[in-house]
Nanobody
């Protein structure tokens, strides 16, 4: 599975942005897909994840209530809608897919098998 992330850019605080992650093949129903981010000098951080089958969603504490993850099964694409952006949201955002994710591992990058190339999101104050 190859993942292609897009949609990053430079925005102002309070603005919205939508990231997309298209999979080269249809994810199996057992897959989960997630977004992680990494700011300079910081560790990679879990942002959000979604189960391909059923659509259950999971969020990191820092984005809960502002970000929303969704999927379009017809397009093999996962979206990350980011609202009320803050300067601390500035990072490279990566999409990832995992074939054996369970509830307890959805937030751990070690359990994802496939990664996209990353897209830069910069939020100015």
């Amino acid at each position: 599975v190859q993942l292609q992330a897009s949609g990053g850019g430079l925005v102002q605080a309070g603005d919205s942005l939508r990231l997309s992650c298209e999979a080269s093949t249809r994810p199996f129903n057992s897959f989960g897909m997630g977004w992680f981010r990494q700011a300079p000098g910081k560790e990679r951080e879990f942002v959000a994840a979604i189960r391909w089958n059923g659509g259950s969603t999971y969020y990191g504490d820092s984005v809960k209530g502002r970000f929303s993850i969704s999927r379009d099964t017809a397009k093999n694409t996962v979206y990350l809608q980011m609202n009320s952006l803050k300067p601390e949201d500035t990072a490279v955002y990566y999409c990832a897919a995992g074939s054996r994710l369970i509830v307890s591992t959805m937030r751990s990058d070690r359990h994802y098998d496939y990664w996209g190339q990353g897209t830069q999101v910069t939020v100015s104050s």
